[in-house]
C-alpha cells in the first residue's frame, strides 16, 4: 500500500495491537490510504505515539485503551469505532505476544496461558465481535496476524496459536 493509494478513502479500520510494530506500521499504512483508523492496545502511551504520527500526516485517527482478552473491553472498543466513525469496513487483529523461545517442557502453564490468551483468544474475541458489525452492514475484511510458526513448528516455540492458521500448539 503506497501512500499515494487513496483505495481506503471513506472506509473505516481497526487494528489491535496498535501501540507498536506491525500494528503500528499498519495503521500508519491505513491512514495513508485515506482510511479513518481505530487504534487498539493496551498501551496507551503507545497509543499516544500512534495517532500523533498519523495525525502528523493529515489523517484521522481514534485511539482506544484495550485488553484484547477481556470480551466486555473488545466489544467497547469496536461500538466505540462504529459510534464515533460510523462503520467498521476492515480489521487487523495483530495483538499478540511471543512465547520465550525454549523447550516445551520448561514453558510453564502460566505462560503458556498467557500467549494463548493474547494471541488465540484475543483473535477470537475480536473476530466474534466485529463479524457482527460486519454482518449488519453486510461487508468488510478481516486478517489475523499469523507467526510463521503457526503454518511450521520450530524448535523451541511450543505456543505459537493463531485461528487464521493451524497452529503450533
Ligand atoms: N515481529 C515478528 O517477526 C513477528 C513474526 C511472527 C508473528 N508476529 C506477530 O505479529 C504481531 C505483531 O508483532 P510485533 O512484532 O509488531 O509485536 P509488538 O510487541 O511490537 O506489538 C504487539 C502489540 O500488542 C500489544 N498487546 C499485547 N497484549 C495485548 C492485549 N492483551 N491487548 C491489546 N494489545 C496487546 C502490545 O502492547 C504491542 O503494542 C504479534 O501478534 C506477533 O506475535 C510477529
Redesign the pocket.
Known amino acids: 500500500m503506497s501512500a499515494n493509494d487513496h483505495a481506503f478513502t471513506g472506509k473505516v479500520a481497526f487494528v489491535?495491537?496498535?501501540?507498536?510494530?506491525?500494528?503500528?506500521?499498519t495503521a500508519l499504512a491505513f491512514a495513508r490510504a485515506g482510511a479513518h483508523v481505530a487504534l487498539?492496545?493496551?498501551?496507551s502511551e503507545?497509543l499516544k505515539e500512534t495517532a500523533r504520527l498519523i495525525k502528523k500526516e493529515g489523517g484521522q485517527v481514534l485511539a482506544l485503551t484495550?485488553?484484547?482478552?477481556?470480551e466486555a473491553a473488545v466489544r467497547s472498543a469496536l461500538d466505540d469505532t462504529v459510534r464515533a466513525c460510523g462503520r467498521l469496513d476492515a480489521a487487523f487483529n495483530?495483538?499478540?505476544?511471543?512465547q520465550a523461545v525454549k523447550p516445551a517442557v520448561d514453558v510453564t502453564k502460566d505462560e503458556w496461558d498467557r500467549v494463548l490468551?493474547?494471541?488465540l483468544t484475543?483473535t477470537f474475541l475480536c473476530m466474534k465481535h466485529e463479524i457482527v458489525l460486519m454482518r449488519q452492514q453486510r461487508s468488510g475484511v478481516i486478517v489475523n496476524?499469523?507467526?510463521?510458526?503457526g503454518v511450521k513448528g520450530f524448535k523451541g516455540s511450543a505456543a505459537?496459536p493463531r485461528p487464521s492458521t493451524a497452529s503450533s500448539a
Open positions: 489491535t495491537g496498535a501501540a507498536s510494530g506491525i500494528g503500528r506500521a487498539a492496545d493496551l498501551s503507545g484495550c485488553d484484547v482478552t477481556d495483530n495483538a499478540g505476544i511471543e490468551g493474547v494471541s484475543g496476524a499469523s507467526s510463521g510458526a505459537t
